[in-house]
């Protein structure tokens, strides 16, 4: 094979790879969660269903997930909406606030007070590892995880690489569906710190069995002594079972 020959076939297979790899997700990724005035929970969700969400739409907002957690004592309604990036997310909800059918929608829905006491907004991008973000839905009816990492200090890079190398394989394994993986970006100079993370299972019943099981997985035992030779590397985990909402692009 001539040396000619032999660039060809490498620059081929180098275009192959490049058509296979799937694009990269550099989109700009919001959390919002809505904590519903007492008894307008119900009242704010038909206002996403029938209203919010196409007018979201409308302005270049892509609907990721809705969903309501299982206690729900705060009556909190959570979603995840994505952008092209941050300066279209800005334009987005500029328009979306000045936009006359939000105003009609919001006077009307609000005529007996307001729907919304308070809003939570975080700001994401995709993991590296990260399955694809797309609509997903199961073909039973199933409960959602959100789970949220905070990092030792300095340590989510190590977070990121156990996630990459192991955790996310023996969550497939014992039979969890990764839905979506992001790093929360900080609002001021400081290094990000936290992961967000979505999972499904058919129930939450299901859910519990499957951690267990993982978390005696002595492949999984391994991994995390070894991350943490230099000591711990998470300092909070917190943890939500959700159901989705019917209009979640999600379910």
Known sequence: MTKITCFCLLLGLAFALAAAAPPKDDRYYEMRIYYAAPGKLEDLQARFRNHTTKIFEKHGMTNVGYWVPLENPDNRLVYIL?????????????????????????????????????????????????????????????????RTYTATAGKLPNVHARFRDHTVKLFRKHGMTNLGYWEVIPKDDTQPNTLIYVLAHPSKEAGEASFNAFRA??????????????????????????????YSPIK
């Open 82 to 146: 994505a952008y092209p990036s941050k300066e279209a997310r800005e334009k987005a909800w500029k328009d979306f606030g000045a936009d006359p059918a939000w105003h009609s929608v919001q006077q009307s829905s609000e005529a007996d007070g307001k729907l919304v006491d308070r809003v939570e907004s975080i700001f994401m991008r995709r993991t590296d590892y990260s399955p694809k973000i797309a609509t997903s839905t199961g073909k039973a009816p199933r409960v959602f995880q959100l």
């Open 217 to 246: 997985n002595p492949d999984w035992n391994k991994a995390k002594t070894a991350s943490e030779a230099n000591g711990p590397i998470v300092d909070k985990i917190e943890a939500v079972y959700m159901s989705a909402t019917d």
